[in-house]
């Protein structure tokens, strides 16, 4: 008898966007937050309206109407709305949890999405019953979400259906997704292959149009490889740009690389690495690992050293990066890039999970303790020891470290490091180990540079282990 129900289920929830996709939007909730401005919205979130609460969470999940990208935002209000038994708060919860910092983890994406799904009164799928174009984008998601497919197997054709009801709607996240239905030929059903790209192209348009930074990103990505438009990577650029202003991750690393190795224009070290430290900082999927390959392709030449050396008479200690890796191709640039399938579907998180280094914990007393740090530079005179006052100092050490700032030695940066090594920071403990083994800022000191890069190495930092490795076998301990 479940068997016979749950098929009646599923065979109710196929006929409706058959029975919804042609007919005229009823006036609904989803439909008045869409037409209506920030401002409004905004109005009546704070007054408490559960649903314009999850709405709000989504623009701000997809820097819709005019804001940027903001994970952490959309979380606040998904919150509030969840806190009422919203479903469209317990969506966007269960989005953010797939990604850093609040995932990945697929146990809290199935327990969010099965509360919106399944919520008491049925409404999510009432909504998407009467033609609500919020409630069709998240069935939509639902429909491709993997995390309950033991209750609901992913399903491309009604995704693409929900999708379509929502973007003729005017829902823009939807005709994004709409348009990669298109581009990409996900479902059976698009014969004329050249209709199918055109169309694609004008529901990007058209969410372009809207300013929603993914369709910025995701029309470069047709510029760059040619997909439904002729080939122009300086137009590709110029929507990366667009995207990555907004706060979106993966235009982030994509423009970087524009800027890094010049392919629309002349090469930017200064951009490249603000675009990939941008990544870097809402922990996009590869940005680590980019960074650390921009740091190697703009040291000095006399500063790209494989191996390690402690003799009084060479310099020749690497610095806290990993190897060189060998340079990119324009031609490998589209090669590198995701492709598309019913299981990627859904729109890229800033917050994708990457190989970040494990950030150190700072102690109790720490986070509640202020410190007056002893610097040369205004600043940082006066600084919370808390996380991101330790980054926006080790960052600073940095730059002054790779000669990117005037006026400033590296005796500083030894301090700066020196300082958020002794609050915890990992990173900053390898950069200290090795300015002491090179005699950078400071007299050599082996002994030195083996106590601090074995601290970072024990906090979780991989590339202090590696070169403490390497140190000692030189040294044959």
Not at 186 to 213: W, Y
Not at 326 to 345: A, G
Not at 355 to 382: G, W
Not at 441 to 464: C, H, R, S, T, Y
Request: charged share 25%; net charge negative.
């Amino acid at each position: 008898m479940v068997g016979v129900n749950s098929k009646m289920f599923r065979a109710f929830l196929y006929l409706l966007p058959l029975l919804f996709l042609n007919q005229v939007i009823f006036a609904n909730e989803g439909a008045k937050w869409i037409e209506s401005d920030l401002s409004a919205l905004s109005d009546e979130a704070d007054s408490g309206d559960a649903y314009a609460l999850g709405f709000l969470a989504l623009c701000h999940l997809h820097g819709d109407k005019g804001l940027s990208v903001s994970h952490l935002e959309a979380r606040f209000y998904a919150e509030n709305s969840a806190s009422r038994g919203h479903w469209l708060g317990n969506f966007v919860l269960g989005y953010l949890t797939r990604y850093k910092p609040m995932g990945p983890d697929s146990a809290l994406v199935a327990k969010y999405l099965l509360k919106s799904f399944r919520e008491p009164d049925g409404k999510l799928i009432k909504q998407a019953a009467i033609g609500d174009p919020v409630a069709s984008y998240v069935m939509a998601e639902i429909f491709l979400s993997e995390e309950i497919q033991n209750i609901l197997q992913p399903d491309m054709q009604m995704a693409a259906g929900y999708y379509d009801i929502s973007s003729r709607s005017g829902y823009g996240p939807a005709s994004i997704q709409s348009a990669l239905i298109r581009l990409h030929d996900l479902t059976d059903s698009l014969s004329d292959k050249s209709a199918s790209e055109k169309e694609g192209i004008r529901l990007l348009q058209k969410a372009v149009d809207q300013k929603l930074p993914a369709a910025h990103h995701y029309l470069g990505r047709c510029f760059l490889e040619g997909l439904g438009v002729e080939e122009d990577k300086s137009l590709a650029m110029v929507h990366f740009q667009a995207s990555a202003d907004r706060g979106y991750g993966p235009a982030q690393v994509i423009l970087a690389d524009f800027y890094a190795y010049g392919y629309a224009s002349q090469p930017n070290e200064k951009l490249a690495l603000e675009y990939i430290q941008r990544a870097v900082d809402i922990y996009q999927e590869g940005a680590e690992k980019k960074f650390a390959e921009y740091q190697q392709l703009f040291r000095p030449e006399t500063e790209q050293i494989d191996d390690f050396s402690v003799s009084e008479n060479k310099d020749e200690t690497p610095d806290p990066t990993s190897p060189p890796q060998s340079k990119i191709t324009v031609s490998q640039i589209s090669d590198e890039l995701p492709k598309y399938s019913d299981r990627s579907l859904r729109l890229p998180s800033p917050y994708a999970s990457s190989q970040r280094s494990p950030e150190s914990k700072l102690t109790e007393n720490s986070l509640h303790t202020k410190q007056i740090i002893q610097v040369d530079n205004e600043l940082f005179k006066e600084a919370n020891t808390e996380e991101a006052s330790i980054n926006q100092i080790r960052e600073n050490a940095k730059k002054i470290y790779w000669g990117r700032t005037s006026g400033e030695s590296m005796n500083q940066a030894f301090n700066y490091f020196e300082k958020c090594a002794n609050l915890g920071d990992a990173e900053s403990a390898r950069y200290l180990g090795i300015m002491y083994l090179r005699g950078k800022g400071i007299e050599k000191d082996v002994g030195e540079a083996m106590k601090w890069l074995e601290f970072a190495a024990n906090k979780g930092d991989d590339l202090a282990q590696k070169n403490l490795v390497s140190l000692r076998k030189i040294m044959g301990r």
